[in-house]
């Protein structure tokens, strides 16, 4: 197929890319310039790409341009879950094509919104018939984990953002470097009106994972928040599955449609 046809799907964790790939039958695994990319079967003129970043803008940047500098790409789509900043319940789907991020030591944010193209208006298009319009909007993302109900409201008020993450502000600027159009839809595992149990950015630093446990130790009814974070993290994640299998349901229809695409 032209290479052209291909889509980038971009998640942080083992856990997200797991629940994008149940949607998906007969996927194989490669390495393309250091990473690694679960591709999907040619459906239609389109294949998909499915990569792990790892958590954070840092890492989302840097497997992002390796390999969108190494592979032409028709769309770049950023996935996995977020923290709601609107009302909302566990599991639902939020989607846009525009994302301000933040860094650590930047004093302003940095806004990118996507270059028009086909295949954006497609997914687009169709997300807008499983998702609501008031979860369709500007998401924000940021490089460390926000834990605290009163900082997630502080990010809704300043940026006027649905959702946050930490990697779609990357993900972006990545597309946008090589022009090519990028869509988010992401799956909400927490709220904005919820404290998250533990400080988990202990957990991205070297010997975080000393200090992560050291806390929950010191704490043991934080075990209670996290079962309830692992519960929802799963339903977050059985939305992802669904929609990407709708996904595929409707470019399998196209593809029936027109067999000469491809």
């Not at 998906?24 to 499915?50: K, Q, T």
């Not at 270059?115 to 490089?143: C, E, H, M, Y």
Request: hydrophobic fraction near 50%; proline fraction near 4%.
């Amino acid at each position: 197929m032209p290479a052209s046809g291909r889509v980038a799907v971009f998640a942080a964790t083992s856990w997200e890319i797991s629940a994008v790939l149940a949607a998906f039958a007969g996927w194989s695994r490669r390495m393309v310039n250091g990473v690694h990319v679960f591709s999907v079967p040619e459906l239609s003129e389109r294949e998909f790409w499915v990569a792990r970043t790892g958590v954070g803008l840092e890492k989302a940047s840097r497997v992002a341009s390796r390999l969108l500098q190494e592979q032409p790409f028709r769309l770049v789509v950023s996935t996995g879950f977020a923290c709601a900043l609107i009302p909302a319940h566990i599991g639902d789907l939020v989607a846009g094509h525009a994302v301000t991020s933040m860094r650590a030591q930047a004093s302003e944010f940095t806004r990118v919104v996507s270059v028009a193209g086909a295949d954006q208006n497609w997914l687009f298009l169709f997300a807008k018939t499983v998702i609501p319009s008031d979860r369709i909007g500007t998401f924000i993302s940021v490089d460390r984990v926000i834990g605290r109900a009163a900082e997630k409201q502080h990010y809704a008020r300043l940026t006027g953002a649905i959702a946050l993450d930490m990697e779609s502000g990357a993900l972006a600027m990545a597309a946008a470097g090589v022009q090519v159009p990028f869509l988010i839809v992401r799956s909400i595992s927490d709220l904005v009106e919820e404290e998250l149990p533990l400080d988990f950015n202990l957990f991205l630093r070297p010997t975080g994972w000393f200090k992560g446990f050291a806390a929950i130790v010191a704490m043991p009814s934080r075990l209670m928040g996290l079962g309830r974070l692992h519960r929802q993290s799963v339903t977050a994640a059985k939305s992802l599955t669904t929609f990407f299998q709708h996904c595929l349901n409707v470019t399998t229809i196209q593809a029936n449609r027109h067999p000469s695409a491809s």
